[in-house]
């Protein structure tokens, strides 16, 4: 099944960085979608089918705490899965990352290991 994924994070650096860790851990992706912050990221969901969204939370405009607000309001998008990828990982932004409807937290920095095995565990099928 080849994926439609939607990778939102201000770093044109860690998006090309996500998309070649993808690459590595073998998941098939049809086509890729890119936003540097939350209100675009919200564009993105408007504009195309998304299976999967990868988050940043510290970004300018508008952060992740708030694209996963506002996406999990918007009823076509509140079963898209979403998993955050983040510098902070404590016990405190995991669980309000998780409360507003994230599925999935990757610490960075990360392999391309644990992000087909985050992708595998929240989409529920293997993607060989």
């Known amino acids: 099944m080849a994926l439609q994924i939607l990778i939102v994070d201000d770093s044109p650096a860690m998006r090309s ?4 860790v993808m690459k590595l851990s073998g998941i098939e992706v049809e086509q890729y979608f890119e936003a540097g912050n ?15 969204v990868l988050t940043d939370i510290n970004m300018p405009v508008m952060d992740g705490e708030e694209f996963v607000r506002k996406m999990r309001a918007d009823g076509a998008h509140q079963s898209t899965p979403v998993i955050v990828i983040s510098t ?11 409360e507003l409807g994230a599925v999935g937290y990757l610490q960075k920095p990360f392999g391309p290991e644990q992000l087909r095995n985050e992708l595998d ?7 060989e």
């Open 88 to 98: 902070d990982a404590t016990t405190h932004r995991i669980q309000t990352m998780q």
């Open 38 to 52: 939350g209100e675009e990221g919200l564009a993105q969901l408007a504009a195309n089918p998304i299976d999967a």
């Open 17 to 20: 960085f996500i998309r070649r």
């Open 121 to 127: 565990r929240v989409l529920g099928v293997g993607h």
